[in-house]
């Protein structure tokens, strides 16, 4: 689909050659010479400009009052303003209005192509972003946190009143993996910023020169590679919502350049001299102790009490077990539709093993290991040796029976058994178990009957075999 430009400019030369030249480059041109012409044309419901290109005065009004009207109504719209008459007054009422940039006549066309390409992006990410929260309301609804653990209960009732709030800042913290980028999702799309942005950011991933200028955003020419004005992530969330994960990564000086901006709700490009004035609520998250990064520096104290209006804690897994019984049903069901496969049985050994893992990286690792079983499965049933669950951290070691009704094998983790003893015990166990079938004890521990009967007389488990007779 082509890009639509609309011009707005009563200058003939100039509007005819502007259209010409935007025409060869591709895209849908509309010239218009007069406010009232304009005015018209955007009261139409069918049209649906990328980029608006305008005359400051025209005959029969000012293009800022255009803006003024059409800009809320046009969110995925951009507004560049060319004028011969501009002076700072009017800058500074197009940028608080919204508008991408504003230029002086004559302006180089290579320098308007630059300013134009950049304004489309933009406007391609706006329109990105309202297409995808169409329908997020109800692919983040509050039941999206799936549990009916008491945890899982009082977290998804603090959802619900939280996301109908008028908060300007909360802090959701918890480990690594428990679900703060769903929750931060379920706030918004709940809430009444549903239908404005969700501008979404991980301070952990970028250096701090360019976090700064993500965050703020920057004028042409202010360093070094900035070829064009760039609208920071705190200004296209305007009006909608800021999630700045991992919050406690954000270095110290940029953390103060923030907290101005949430208390004087302005914030000021990097190399301009003018403020923009921002309107959003701020989800910040972390997986570290902010209290403990206060008392040793690295977090500013002012400004976790002011992201602190309220601090949701989401519990870890290992904290809500029960919820397996929903969580692995419904991401088996989605990694089954990705991957085109039918995993629908879990046997119980399966079922044990993951009840009886800590789980330290919580929902996102039982992800991870459901995604890779169901992508190498062969059958309908979850294949227990893709598992590949590292041993559990509440101090022991533990081997799960093949079902549920017998007892685990579990062994000290402080080194004081070694590696023959423990097999020697699970081997005599498992014959134990099934009354001395080395067939069957081969089965289960997936090796041979030949490397079973090896052990038996390596570990002399031979006594213990001979008392019921071998069973083949």
Same mark, same amino acid.
């Given at each position: 689909m082509l890009d639509t430009i609309l011009i707005i400019e009563d200058e003939n030369l100039l509007g005819s050659e502007l259209q010409r030249h935007y025409l060869k480059l591709g895209y849908e041109v509309i010239w218009l010479q007069s406010y009232t012409e304009a005015q018209r044309k955007l009261n139409s419901k069918k049209f649906d400009p990328s980029l608006i290109l305008s005359d400051l005065n025209l005959p029969d009004g000012n293009g800022l009052d255009l803006l003024e009207e059409y800009g809320p109504?046009?969110?995925?719209?951009?507004?560049?303003?060319?004028?011969?008459?501009?002076?700072?007054?009017?800058?500074?009422r197009a940028l608080r209005l919204g508008a991408f940039d504003f230029l002086t006549?004559?302006?180089?066309?290579?320098?308007?192509?630059?300013?134009?390409?950049?304004?489309?992006?933009?406007?391609?990410?706006?329109?990105?972003?309202?297409?995808?929260?169409?329908?997020?309301?109800?692919?983040?609804?509050?039941d999206t946190f799936v549990g009916n653990s008491k945890a899982a209960q009082q977290t998804r009732q603090l959802l619900q009143q939280?996301?109908?709030?008028?908060?300007?800042?909360?802090?959701?913290?918890?480990?690594?993996?428990?679900?703060?980028?769903?929750a931060a999702r379920i706030l918004h799309y709940n809430s009444s910023r549903a239908k404005e942005a969700l501008i979404e950011l991980n301070c952990a991933a970028l250096p701090k020169d360019l976090l700064e200028s993500e965050l703020f955003g920057h004028e042409a020419g202010a360093y070094t590679g900035a070829t064009s004005r760039h609208r920071g992530l705190i200004e296209q969330a305007n009006g909608g919502t800021l999630f700045l994960d991992e919050i406690?990564?954000?270095?110290?000086?940029?953390?103060?350049?923030?907290?101005?901006?949430?208390?004087?709700?302005?914030?000021?490009?990097?190399?301009?001299e003018s403020e923009i004035a921002?309107?959003?609520? &701020? *989800? %910040?998250?972390? +997986?570290?102790?902010?209290?403990?990064?206060?008392?040793?520096? /690295?977090? $500013?104290?002012?400004?976790?009490?002011?992201?602190?209006?309220?601090?949701?804690?989401?519990?870890?897994?290992?904290?809500?077990?029960?919820?397996?019984?929903?969580?692995?049903?419904? &991401? *088996? %069901?989605?990694? +089954?539709?990705?991957?085109?496969?039918?995993?629908?049985?879990? /046997?119980? $050994?399966?079922?044990?093993?993951?009840?009886?893992?800590?789980?330290?990286?919580?929902?996102?690792?039982?992800?991870?290991?459901l995604e890779r079983c169901v992508i190498l499965s062969t059958s309908s049933s979850l294949p227990e040796q893709w598992l590949q669950l590292q041993a559990s951290t509440a101090g022991s070691n533990c081997i799960s029976s093949p079902d549920t009704t017998a007892c685990d094998i579990c062994f000290p983790a402080d080194g004081s058994l070694g590696l023959d003893e423990m097999i020697s015990e699970i081997v005599q166990t498992m014959l134990k178990k099934y009354d001395n079938n080395v067939s069957e004890v081969a089965r289960v521990?997936?090796?041979?009957?030949?490397k079973i009967r090896y052990r038996i007389e390596k570990y002399q488990l031979r006594k213990s075999s001979s008392q019921q007779g071998e069973q083949l």
């Open positions: 109504k046009m969110s995925s719209c951009e507004w560049i303003f060319l004028t011969g008459y501009g002076d700072i007054p009017d800058s500074v006549k004559p302006c180089p066309l290579e320098q308007l192509d630059l300013v134009i390409r950049s304004a489309l992006r933009s406007a391609h990410a706006q329109r990105r972003l309202q297409e995808k929260s169409k329908d997020a309301s109800q692919r983040y609804a509050l939280l996301s109908q709030a008028p908060y300007t800042a909360l802090i959701l913290s918890g480990e690594t993996g428990t679900g703060k980028g769903l406690g990564e954000m270095p110290l000086d940029l953390q103060a350049k923030l907290l101005k901006a949430i208390e004087d709700r302005k914030i000021r490009r990097i190399g301009s921002v309107d959003i609520q &701020i *989800i %910040a998250a972390t +997986n570290r102790n902010l209290q403990e990064d206060i008392n040793n520096g /690295s977090f $500013r104290a002012d400004l976790y009490h002011r992201l602190s209006v309220f601090e949701l804690r989401l519990p870890a897994l290992r904290e809500r077990l029960q919820d397996l019984h929903q969580l692995v049903p419904e &991401i *088996i %069901a989605e990694f +089954n539709l990705k991957a085109g496969k039918n995993v629908s049985e879990i /046997s119980p $050994r399966v079922w044990n093993m993951l009840e009886h893992y800590q789980w330290p990286g919580n929902v996102r690792e039982l992800r991870n290991v521990l997936k090796t041979t009957r030949e």
